[in-house]
C-alpha cells in the first residue's frame, strides 16, 4: 500500500485598495496599464514604499492561522529576468517571513485534523504577459505588478487529494472569514501550486515530490493529485524511480504532463532588499489586530454544534461562509428553531448560490424575510413549496416575501369563517358525493375538497379544508340519521 | 561667484539672473568642448526655464540660480541617462525630489553633468558620452563619478552643482578639482528619483565652490520624504548659522590608518599642515583608530556590486531606454525556439548597452549573491560593515571631527588606470568606509601639488553631525586661500 503526502503553496491576493508599494489601484479587471506608476513599472530611481494595510492584513492572516510572528518585517529581492516583472527581481520576503509554524484545522469525519502551516510570507505579484497569436510579438500588462500576495505554505500534513481540497476550502473560509482577500480563483486571486509524493503507507521517510502547476480550481488540484497519485504509485510497483519535476495538469487529456525543464537549476540570488530597511513589528498593533480577528470557522462550528445542538455536518455547511453563518444567527435569535434555520440556510440559500453560481456574499438576504417564511409555513398560510418559490423571488425582487404575500394574496384561507361558507355551498352543490361519502368512498372527501379549492382559487388551506369538510359531513350525517 | 554671492546681488538688485545665465552658457560654450562637463546643454530650454522661473517661480532661497545636476538624478521630461548607453533616451516622468526642493526655492535646473556609466569609476571616463577632464590640467581626469559636476563648478560652468556618492564619488572629484563636496549622512537627503548604483550607499549632495554653498544646499535638499523609506525622520537644522562659529577646543582625530604606504607624500604633507591649521585654530588633536580599514575596499565591493547587479538588472530593453535591433520580437513561451528570442533580445541589449565597468560589476555582484557564494562574500561584507561602523561610532567618542586625506593621491591622468580597474577601486580607499559607515563627510581644498594640482582633506563625523562639519570646515575655509585659487582655464 502507498500513501500520497501533500503540501500546498497559496498565493493569495491581498484585497487591499491599493498596491504592496504604491498607491495605484489594484483591483481587477481595469484596462491595460491603467493602473500603473513609475513605482510599479519600475522606472529608474524610484523606491517602494510598504502598504501599511498590506502589512497589517497579512498578520491577520498569521494569528487565523496561529502562527509565529516574525519579530521584524525585512524584504528580500528574488531575482529572475521576465518581461511581467519590471525591475527583474521581486520584493518579497525570504529568511524571514512574516510568519512561520502555524496549523489550520480541517474537517475530517466528525472530528478535525491539524495541517502544519509553514510560513506565510508577502511579496508583490507580478505583470502578466498577453499573447496574440495572430502577431509576432507579446503585449505586457503591468496593473497586476506590485498587487499585494501572501504566499501561505503548507507543511506536507495532507495524504489525501480530498484532504488537499479541504484544506483550500478551509484556507477560503478563512480568509474570506478575515476579508482579506477575494480568493476567486479565476481571477487569479487565490492560486495554488500542489507538492506530491508518494512512499509505503505509514512510512517515515519521504519520496521524492513533484510539483504540480496550472491549477485552476480546487476540482483541478483534487483531480490532479488523484492522477498523480496513481502514477506514482503505478511508477513505484513498477520498480521505476520518480523524477523531481514540475509538471502542468491538462483540463482536456485529465492528466498531468513534464513541464519544459528550465535551463540549469534556478539561483534567486535573493538578498535584503535596501530600499526597505528592517522595522519592528509592535506588540500593540499585534494585540489590536488579534482584538480585531472575527470568530473564525472551526471556533463557529464548535460552537454550532454544542449550543445549538446541530449535526458536525451542518455546522461545517454553515460556517463555511461568513455571511451565511451570520445569517443564520441572526435569524435563529429572532426564530428560536435551529434545525429547520439550517435546514433553510443550506436547501434555501446555498442551493439559490449554487444554482446561480454565486457567493454567498453576493446575494442580499435579510433574515426577517427568512422569519416570515417560516411563520408563514407554520402558521399554514403558505406551503413549503410555495416558500421555496417565494424566497427566490423574495432575493431577486429584494422584497420581503410577506409584502408578496400580501401584495399578490397569495397567502392561504385559513380563515373558517372564509372557508365555511365555500364548503357548505359545495356539499349542497355535489349530493352524490356526499352519499358516496357517506358509504365509505374516500375519492368522494378528496373530490369535494377540489371543488372546494377551485371556489376559493386555489387559496384554501388543503388540510383545513379537509377537516371542514368531515366535520361538516359529520353534522349533517347526524342531523340525517338524528 | 558663489551662490551666495549670487544670491545676495539679485536679491539686492545689482544683479540681472537672465544676464548670468548668459555669461554661463558663453562660458560653457567656449570650454565645454574641451572639458565636456556637460554631456549636453541646451542654451534655449535654459533660457525659457528661466524666464519660466522669474515670472512664476517662488522666490526661495536659489531664485533664478541655475544649479548643475548629475546625469542620475530625475529630472521630469528631461533625457536622465547616467552617461550609459543602456538609457538612450529615457525621460522619467517624474522630478527626483531633491529637483522639487531646488525648484521650490526658485532655482532653475540644468542638466546631464557628466559622470562614470551609473557612477562606476573614479575618473568619469566611464561615460559612454566620452571623458571629462580635469580644469587644472586637461590631461587628467576630475576624478568620479561625479566629475562632470566637480569640473563644471571648479571651471566656472557652474554655480554649485549636484553629485552623488556611493563610495566617495562626490568628494573625490571635489579633491581632484579643488572644490568643496559633501557626503551627507545616509538618509538625510531623499534618493526618490536618483537612479540606483547600491541603495544601501547611495548619497545625494552638493558640490559647490565653498563651505557655505555647501550648507546652503544641504539646507534646502535634506529632510525626510514619504516617497523613500531610508530617509530619516531627523529634523535638518539651520546648517549656514553653523557657520563662523568658533570651533576652540573641539577635537579633531587623526586615523593612523589612513597615513599608510602608497599615499603620495605631497597629500600627507598638505593634510599634516590642515592639522597643524585646525590646531592654531584651537582645536585638540588626537590620535584614533579606524583597525577596521584595510577591509573596507573589500567589503564595499562586495556590497555595492550586489546592489548594483540587482539594481541594473531593469535594463533590459523591455520597458524603456536601449534595446538592440531586431530585439523587439518576443515570441510566447512555448514557441520555437523555447523563448529563444527573448533572451536574445536580453543578451544582446545589456552587452550593446552596457560599458565595460558596468559589465563587470554586474558580473561580480551576480557571482557573490550566487548560491553557495553568498555566506563566503555578502554576508561577511556585511559583517565587516558592522565592525567599520562600530570603528566609527567608537572614534566619535574621542572625538568631534576626523581629518583624513580624501584621496591618496592628487588626479591621476586619463587612461592611466582605466586597465587596472584594481588600481582605481584604491583610489576611493579614504572615502568609501564613510558610505559603509553611512556618516557624513566633507572634503575641500588644503592645498596643492608641486604641479599645480589640488589636493583635497576629508573631514569626517557622526551620524547627523553636518552642522559640525560645516563648522570645522568654514572656519579652516577662513584661515586659508586655497578655495579661492581657480584654474587657469576659468580665468581666461
Not at chain 1, 157 to 160: G, I, K
Not at chain 2, 135 to 140: I, N, V
Not at chain 2, 256 to 263: A, L
Given at each position: 500500500m502507498h500513501e500520497p503526502v501533500i503540501g500546498l503553496e497559496v498565493h493569495v491576493q491581498l484585497?487591499?485598495?491599493?498596491k504592496l508599494f504604491c498607491g495605484c489601484p489594484a483591483a481587477f479587471g481595469a484596462l491595460p496599464n491603467s493602473q500603473t506608476c513609475p513605482v510599479c513599472l519600475g522606472l529608474p530611481g524610484v523606491l517602494p514604499v510598504l502598504n501599511q494595510r498590506a502589512f497589517e492584513w497579512g498578520i491577520k492572516v498569521a494569528l487565523a492561522f496561529d502562527c509565529e510572528l516574525a519579530d521584524s518585517m525585512k524584504f528580500d529581492r528574488k531575482q529572475y529576468y521576465y518581461p511581467d516583472l519590471p525591475k527583474n527581481y521581486q520584493i518579497s520576503q525570504y529568511d524571514r517571513p512574516l510568519a512561520r509554524a502555524g496549523h489550520l484545522d480541517i474537517p475530517a469525519g466528525e472530528g478535525t485534523k491539524r495541517i502544519g502551516i509553514t510560513r506565510v510570507h508577502m511579496e508583490e505579484d507580478a505583470g502578466k504577459l498577453l499573447h496574440d497569436p495572430q502577431q509576432p510579438h507579446s503585449y505586457v500588462d503591468f496593473n497586476r505588478a506590485g498587487v499585494p500576495l501572501l504566499e501561505i505554505v503548507s507543511e506536507p500534513?495532507?495524504?489525501?487529494p480530498e484532504e488537499a481540497y479541504q484544506y483550500l476550502v478551509e484556507l477560503k473560509s478563512v480568509l474570506r472569514y478575515l476579508d482579506v482577500s477575494t480568493c476567486n480563483m479565476e481571477e487569479g486571486s487565490l492560486r495554488c501550486d500542489a507538492n506530491i509524493s508518494v512512499r509505503p503507507a505509514g512510512g517515515a521517510a519521504l519520496g521524492t515530490k513533484v510539483e504540480i502547476k496550472n491549477l485552476n480550481s480546487f476540482k483541478f488540484v483534487r483531480a490532479a493529485l488523484e492522477f498523480e497519485a496513481v502514477r506514482q504509485t503505478g511508477a513505484l510497483k513498477e520498480g521505476w524511480r520518480i523524477v523531481q519535476e514540475t509538471r502542468l495538469w491538462n483540463t482536456k487529456t485529465q492528466h498531468t504532463e513534464p513541464m519544459r525543464s528550465k535551463e540549469g537549476a534556478s539561483d534567486y540570488r535573493y538578498f535584503p532588499e535596501p530600499d526597505l530597511v528592517p522595522f519592528g513589528i509592535e506588540r500593540s498593533v499585534v494585540d489590536r489586530l488579534r482584538r480585531e480577528l472575527p470568530e473564525l470557522p472551526a471556533q463557529r462550528r464548535a460552537r454550532y454544534t454544542a449550543q445549538y445542538g446541530l449535526s458536525a455536518y451542518d455546522a461545517h455547511v454553515l460556517t463555511q461562509h461568513r455571511r451565511i453563518a451570520e445569517l443564520f444567527e441572526q435569524t435563529v435569535s429572532l426564530y428560536a428553531k435551529p434545525k429547520p434555520v439550517a435546514n433553510w440556510m443550506m436547501g434555501g440559500l446555498l442551493a439559490y448560490c449554487n444554482a446561480k453560481g454565486k457567493e454567498p456574499d453576493e446575494v442580499a438576504v435579510q433574515p426577517a424575510w427568512l422569519v416570515h417564511l417560516l411563520q408563514a409555513v407554520d402558521a399554514g398560510t403558505i406551503s413549503g413549496t410555495m416558500a421555496k418559490e417565494l424566497f427566490v423571488e423574495a432575493i431577486e425582487q429584494q422584497q420581503d416575501p410577506q409584502q408578496i404575500i400580501a401584495a399578490r394574496g397569495l397567502s392561504q384561507i385559513v380563515d373558517d369563517g372564509v372557508l365555511g361558507p365555500i364548503a357548505d355551498a359545495v356539499i349542497a352543490e355535489h349530493p352524490k358525493s356526499v352519499q358516496d361519502y357517506r358509504k365509505g368512498k374516500h375519492n368522494a372527501l378528496m373530490f369535494l375538497v377540489g371543488q372546494c379549492m377551485r371556489r376559493s382559487e386555489g387559496k384554501a388551506n388543503p388540510t383545513q379544508v379537509t377537516e371542514l369538510l368531515k366535520q361538516k359531513l359529520h353534522q349533517q350525517g347526524q342531523e340525517v340519521t338524528g | 561667484m558663489t551662490i551666495h554671492e549670487l544670491r545676495a546681488a539679485i536679491e539686492g538688485g545689482r544683479c540681472d539672473p537672465r544676464q548670468v545665465l548668459d555669461e554661463l552658457l558663453e562660458r560653457i560654450a567656449q570650454h565645454n568642448p574641451r572639458l565636456h562637463a556637460y554631456i549636453r546643454v541646451e542654451p534655449e530650454r535654459l533660457r525659457a526655464a528661466l524666464q519660466e522661473r522669474l515670472q512664476r517661480g517662488p522666490r526661495g532661497r536659489l531664485f533664478g540660480i541655475p544649479i548643475t545636476i548629475k546625469d542620475n538624478i530625475c529630472i521630469q521630461d528631461e533625457d536622465t541617462g547616467c552617461s550609459s548607453r543602456i538609457l538612450t533616451g529615457f525621460r522619467p516622468p517624474y522630478h527626483a525630489t531633491v529637483i522639487e526642493r531646488l525648484l521650490a526655492e526658485g532655482a532653475v535646473v540644468m542638466p546631464r553633468a557628466n559622470m562614470d556609466e551609473f557612477a562606476f569609476g573614479s575618473s568619469t571616463e566611464s561615460s559612454h558620452f566620452g571623458p571629462t577632464r580635469n580644469?587644472?590640467?586637461?590631461?587628467?581626469v576630475p576624478g568620479g563619478s561625479s566629475g562632470g559636476s566637480a569640473t563644471a563648478v571648479a571651471a566656472d560652468l557652474a554655480l554649485g552643482a549636484l553629485g552623488t556618492d556611493t563610495g566617495g564619488s562626490i568628494r573625490q572629484p571635489a579633491a581632484f578639482c579643488g572644490v568643496v563636496g559633501l557626503k551627507p549622512t545616509y538618509g538625510r537627503v531623499s534618493r526618490y528619483g536618483l537612479i540606483a548604483f547600491a541603495s544601501s550607499l547611495d548619497q545625494i549632495g552638493p558640490i559647490t565652490k565653498d563651505v557655505q554653498d555647501c550648507a546652503l544646499l544641504l539646507s534646502v535638499i535634506a529632510g525626510q520624504d514619504p516617497r523613500d523609506s531610508t530617509s530619516a525622520p531627523v529634523e535638518v537644522p539651520d546648517y549656514p548659522a553653523s557657520l563662523g562659529q568658533s570651533v576652540s577646543g573641539l577635537r579633531f582625530g587623526v586615523p593612523?590608518?589612513?597615513?599608510?604606504?602608497?599615499?603620495d607624500p605631497e597629500v600627507r604633507d598638505a593634510v599634516e599642515q590642515a592639522a597643524k591649521t585646525l590646531e592654531r585654530l584651537g582645536m585638540r588633536r588626537v590620535e584614533v583608530g579606524l583597525p577596521h580599514t584595510p577591509y573596507a575596499v573589500a567589503a564595499y565591493y562586495i556590497i555595492a556590486t550586489a546592489e548594483a547587479s540587482s539594481n541594473l538588472a531593469r535594463y533590459d530593453g523591455v520597458q524603456y531606454g536601449y534595446r538592440a535591433a531586431n530585439g523587439s520580437r518576443l515570441q510566447a513561451p512555448g514557441s520555437r525556439p523555447p523563448q529563444g528570442d527573448l533572451i536574445e533580445m536580453y543578451l544582446r541589449t545589456r552587452a550593446e548597452g552596457f560599458g565595460p565597468e558596468a559589465k563587470r560589476r554586474i558580473m561580480l555582484g551576480t557571482y557573490v549573491l550566487s548560491r553557495g557564494y553568498y555566506e563566503a562574500y555578502y554576508l561577511k561584507g556585511l559583517k565587516v560593515r558592522t565592525l567599520i561602523k562600530r570603528d566609527f561610532d567608537e572614534a566619535f567618542e574621542r572625538c568631534d571631527v576626523i581629518l583624513t586625506p580624501t584621496s591618496p593621491t592628487a588626479a591621476f591622468r586619463l587612461g592611466e588606470k582605466l586597465d587596472n580597474p584594481l588600481q582605481m577601486y584604491l583610489s576611493d580607499i579614504f572615502t568609501i568606509s564613510v558610505n559603509l559607515a553611512g556618516i557624513p563627510a566633507l572634503s575641500m581644498p588644503c592645498g596643492f601639488t608641486a604641479s599645480k594640482l589640488p589636493i583635497g582633506m576629508q573631514l569626517l563625523a557622526a551620524p547627523f553631525q553636518e552642522p559640525r562639519l560645516f563648522q570645522v570646515a568654514h572656519a579652516y575655509e577662513q584661515a586659508t586661500d586655497w578655495h579661492r585659487q581657480t584654474p587657469a582655464i576659468a580665468l581666461n
Open positions: 484585497a487591499t485598495e491599493s500534513d495532507l495524504r489525501s | 580644469p587644472w590640467d586637461p590631461d587628467r593612523k590608518e589612513y597615513f599608510v604606504e602608497g599615499i
